[in-house]
């Protein structure tokens, strides 16, 4: 039984591993600013506070064996690229990962998985919706096209750098696009596939929904049950990465709003809107996961959808009950 703490229990990912490490039957720390909005996680402790506190991070890393760092600044297109809200991005994911590294060290903490983003990718290699270009070399000369990205690479530095001079182990992967129940549907931080869902099933009258851009930009979206796994065969290998983490099968916005549409039984049409939409096009290349962990997922996009939607059609149906119940 290990000892590890969880940094970011309060939200999607690192809510699903806390489950997934208890299961295992390790003694789990859990940490974040915020307790978790839909589940009561099974973790031994819970300690709520804010990570880039050097005096809270300090006291998290004691005791501790291994360290998933899932904490961040983040959110959806609706979040990260709009602009606004930079410098708190940079600010406080940066601060967050010092904070880990250096107490972790200090405190002999034996083991530490960096999530890092596909954000990190080049722009100028995810231009034709089509053919991508993402494989793990190809993140240099670097030029993401998000202050969120520029972090993210900045980061993945910053904990090789610390594998090198400390000797600490360190795993890195590059998430894409992870969705599933029990994370963010609602309030301007969710991720394309719960927007389109939650759009999806709200409409009661109406004949259409609305999407950011023409609808033809692409992504490949994976799994959580999936994402959790391939972070821990990460951890119990000798790998240290950045590796990516992410599904290979590719779909335009327009695509998979067609896929929950058919799942929901509703036919609807789309309204193209102007928004934030981020980089063309972006896969995952899983060829180096292949080779050195000899696993890819297995999980189709609309198996998970399904799973997705019907979690977030509940969610809906109980917050539209609330507003009917605050409105008599």
Same mark, same amino acid.
């Given at each position: 039984?290990?000892?590890?703490?969880?940094?970011?229990?309060?939200?999607?990912?690192?809510?699903?591993?806390?489950?997934?490490?208890?299961?295992?039957?390790?003694?789990?720390?859990?940490?974040?600013?915020?307790?978790?909005?839909?589940?009561?996680?099974?973790?031994?402790?819970?300690?709520?506070?804010?990570?880039?506190?050097?005096?809270?991070?300090?006291?998290?890393?004691?005791?501790?064996?291994? =360290?998933?760092?899932?904490?961040?600044?983040?959110?959806?297109?609706?979040?990260?690229?709009?602009?606004? &809200?930079? #410098?708190?991005?940079?600010?406080?994911?940066?601060? =967050?990962?010092?904070?880990?590294? &250096?107490? *972790?060290?200090?405190?002999?903490?034996?083991?530490?998985?960096?999530?890092?983003? #596909?954000?990190?990718?080049?722009?100028?290699?995810?231009?034709?919706?089509?053919?991508?270009?993402?494989?793990?070399?190809?993140?240099?000369?670097?030029?993401?096209?998000?202050?969120?990205?520029?972090?993210?690479?900045?980061?993945?530095?910053?904990?090789?750098?610390?594998?090198?001079?400390?000797?600490? #182990?360190?795993?890195?992967?590059?998430?894409?696009?992870?969705? !599933?129940?029990?994370?963010?549907?609602? !309030?301007?931080?969710?991720? #394309?596939?719960?927007?389109?869902?939650?759009? =999806?099933?709200?409409?009661?009258?109406?004949?259409?929904?609305?999407?950011?851009?023409?609808?033809?930009?692409?992504?490949?979206?994976?799994?959580?049950?999936?994402?959790?796994?391939?972070?821990?065969?990460?951890?119990?290998?000798?790998?240290? *990465?950045?590796?990516?983490?992410?599904?290979?099968?590719?779909?335009?916005?327009?695509?998979?709003?067609?896929?929950?549409?058919?799942?929901?039984?509703?036919?609807?049409?789309?309204? &193209?809107?102007?928004?934030?939409?981020?980089?063309?096009?972006?896969?995952?290349?899983? &060829?180096?996961?292949?080779?050195?962990?000899?696993?890819?997922?297995?999980?189709?996009?609309?198996?998970?959808?399904?799973?997705?939607?019907?979690?977030?059609?509940?969610?809906?149906?109980?917050?539209?009950?609330?507003?009917?119940?605050?409105?008599?």
């Amino acid at each position: 039984m290990k000892r590890i703490l969880v940094n970011g229990a309060g939200g999607f990912i690192g809510g699903h591993m806390v489950k997934r490490l208890k299961s295992e039957g390790h003694w789990v720390r859990a940490a974040d600013i915020k307790r978790h909005e839909f589940s009561s996680l099974p973790a031994d402790e819970f300690v709520q506070g804010d990570l880039s506190d050097q005096r809270l991070m300090a006291s998290v890393v004691e005791g501790i064996d291994e =360290i998933y760092q899932f904490a961040a600044d983040m959110g959806g297109a609706g979040y990260i690229f709009t602009g606004e &809200h930079d #410098a708190d991005v940079m600010h406080n994911s940066a601060t =967050i990962n010092l904070n880990a590294l &250096h107490f *972790g060290q200090k405190a002999g903490v034996k083991k530490i998985f960096y999530s890092s983003s #596909a954000c990190i990718y080049p722009e100028y290699n995810q231009l034709d919706p089509l053919n991508p270009k993402c494989s793990e070399k190809s993140a240099y000369p670097a030029a993401p096209d998000s202050e969120y990205g520029w972090e993210k690479l900045f980061s993945e530095r910053l904990y090789l750098s610390y594998m090198r001079n400390y000797g600490m #182990a360190v795993r890195v992967a590059r998430f894409h696009n992870i969705f !599933g129940p029990e994370g963010t549907w609602t !309030g301007g931080k969710e991720k #394309a596939p719960a927007a389109i869902c939650r759009k =999806i099933a709200e409409v009661e009258g109406g004949d259409e929904i609305e999407i950011w851009g023409d609808g033809e930009q692409t992504r490949s979206f994976l799994f959580i049950d999936e994402c959790i796994e391939g972070v821990r065969r990460l951890m119990e290998s000798e790998f240290t *990465g950045p590796v990516n983490i992410g599904s290979e099968e590719m779909v335009s916005i327009n695509q998979l709003a067609a896929m929950v549409m058919e799942i929901a039984g509703k036919r609807l049409s789309i309204r &193209h809107i102007s928004g934030p939409q981020g980089v063309r096009g972006r896969n995952s290349d899983n &060829h180096l996961i292949a080779e050195k962990l000899n696993w890819k997922p297995t999980r189709s996009l609309r198996a998970g959808l399904e799973k997705t939607y019907r979690w977030i059609e509940e969610q809906v149906a109980v917050s539209r009950s609330a507003n009917l119940v605050g409105n008599v």
